[in-house]
């Protein structure tokens, strides 16, 4: 008797917490007892951007007493997107999600954001004075469905103490391949045993620098305007743009002045840091990283992508952008939107923009004194910056829009390797990359295409 | 074995009837007992199987959510894809270099400390300690021992004439440098197993030997690994899927690369599902290495345990 009893008050307990539990979460879901609306954001930006954009939140929070921002970091984008899958819908999912560029997509597909069109239109947001180059990325017909946040291109760095010692004007940086190669070829330093010490020039086995040569070119990475005009079916990355920058690149390794340090950008650019390569390639939002860890040793010195001959130029913005996620209450999207103005704020991207090495999305940022200081004592910032205003917008500096976009770039690194290892001719592992990559286009538009 | 076949001779002995009335009656006492195990089981493995297999015949959307049938074809695309051979001869090799390399370790370390010698404890100990090292941190260390610019251990070895070697950028030495973490990484557990079966051997059947003349190499070929062969059967078949199952390390130190020179079984079901978002296709090479590690298994307890000597 004692034990039924007993029983029947634990049930009673357990019950009564669960429903207890259950009517604090319906009250918690908009605001808790002071009012404040507590909303959540996550986001993939590690190391000094990490402490950046954690210094930004901390900012907001000061500066809203009804808005609490949590920020919580996930690691790579990947892991950010297999995270939000588990968590959609319940208490722990954001609000809003720092995604990658080539994520937008598959963002719009999953059916899980809500465009920031709507919040624009609704608070009639005047965005004159951002960068057409960069919400270019993120519109889609005619649709801004994520607020740019952190956008960055890929720049030349080079160790100017590496220049002088081989002769070379730190001031005048390669602008073509052609002088990269000669450059590179000074630039290499052997050991006694034959082995280089030192390669002119490595680039890592990054599949955004393939994306980027694309477009520098005027090549498309995918069909029908890459996948602009009307969604993306067939990838068409393996034609002369490709094979001419992989027989380039090849043709450095083969001959022993650029170096090839794996996939990881961090190896080329520790690399770097360690004197092991004297030029590099690599996305602008390092080089605070790069410049403070080169402090004592030696002066780097950034310049625009150098170009093939008789390429048109331009990059494709890369980065990330905030999205904000359908299936939170309205009151905890208008909190996301706020939060999300102030992060466009002039003066949050300047700061932002010193803290990293990203640029600004917006050119009202350039008229804080912060800023103008900053780039007066750094002007290795600016290299970015006047690259993405010489960038002319065509279909292909646009940037590609595929679902399978991570897939395809890790499919492309491994061609690279392929090429570089010696297995397949640039050709040959073009067509076979394009291919699968095809293939992965035709199985996502069979689930998402409408 | 032998334990399970004797209650069936009984009941063979008996009247038909009287056997039915015995094994019904066995299995109404022994189902109470089972049901928590068979629950267990039902809920993580036989749902989970028979989901892999239901999700194998469809494309999947990005949530895991059947959406396409697609009958067997993913099983077809899966045997004529020059990348899934790959993984399938990759694995083939990593098990090869981890299994025979990684025991053949354990026994030397475990014939060395079995001695009962003073301080025995303390080395002992050392040997065994990456029992305790979690896959991640072993393969965060691998990743500064292999560092291609900053490598202490290319470093060490250039004291000895060797060149740079490009560990984690050449596809010969991308397999060596995982083989080497994955080998650490169980040295020390098959080390306690093999370590406890020698010193289960009965001290008298070696001192006999010994007295009958026979020299260190001929107890140990005849005395200690056939008493130990149970222990070392066991090591075999749990390295074994271990190695088939490795997932860690290989995601930390090479990603499968360079030019997929280590992209195992494992790693590519984990690549399809939770990073190209097929999980359709990661499920039909899931339900390929479940067959793999079942006829492995067979295999194992039927040939390979005959030249088990049990006492």
Known sequence: MKKVLLSGLLALTLGATTVLAGCSNSEEATTNENGVIEITLWHAMGGGPGKGLDAIVQAFNDSHDKIKVNSVYQGSYDDEFNKYKTAEGSDTAPAIMQVYDIGTRFMIDSEATVPVQKFVDADKYDMSDFEPNILNYYKMDGQLYSLPFNSSNPILYFNKTAFQEAGLDP???????????????KLTKKGADGKPERYGMSMAIYGWFFEQYMANQGGLYANNGNGRKERATEAVFN????????????KGVDAGYMGNFGRKTADTQAAFSAGKTAMFIDSTAVLR???????????????????TEGAAGGVIIGGGSMWIMK???DAKQKAA????????????QATWHTATGYFPIRTKAYEVQELKDFDAKYPQFQTAVSQLHNTKLTEATSGAVIGVFPEARATVETAIEDVLLGKKTTQQSLDDASKKVTDAIGKYNQLYKK | ???????TETVTRMRPKARWRKRIQELLTATPFLVPSLFLFVLFFFYPLGKTIYLSFYLTNAKGVAKHYVGGSQYGELFTSADFLNSLWTTVVFVFLTVVPGILLALLLALLVEKPLRGMAFFRTLIVSPVTVSVATASTIGLLLFNPSISILTHGLSFFGVQDIAWLTDPFWAMIAVSLVTIWLGVGFHTILLLGGLQAIPTELLESATIDGAGYGKR???????????????VLVVSVIGAFQSFGQINILTQGGPSRSTHVLVYSIYRDAFFNFQFGSASAQAIVLFVILLLLTILQFTVVERKVHYQ
């Open chain 1, 289 to 307: 990283g790069l410049v403070d860890g080169a402090k004592d040793k030696f002066e780097v010195g950034t310049a625009e992508l150098p170009k």
């Open chain 1, 239 to 250: 034609k002369t743009e490709g094979t001419k920058f992989l027989d380039w690149w090849k």
């Open chain 1, 337 to 348: 939107w706020e939060f999300i103005k102030f992060v466009a704020e002039p003066k949050t």
């Open chain 2, 1 to 7: 074995m032998k334990a399970v076949v004797q209650p």
């Open chain 1, 327 to 329: 299936d939170q209450p």
């Open chain 2, 220 to 234: 140990l070929r005849h005395v200690v690994l056939p008493l130990l062969s149970p222990t070392l059967f066991f």
């Open chain 1, 171 to 185: 001031n005048k940086p390669p602008k073509t391949w052609a002088e990269v190669e000669e450059y590179a070829q």
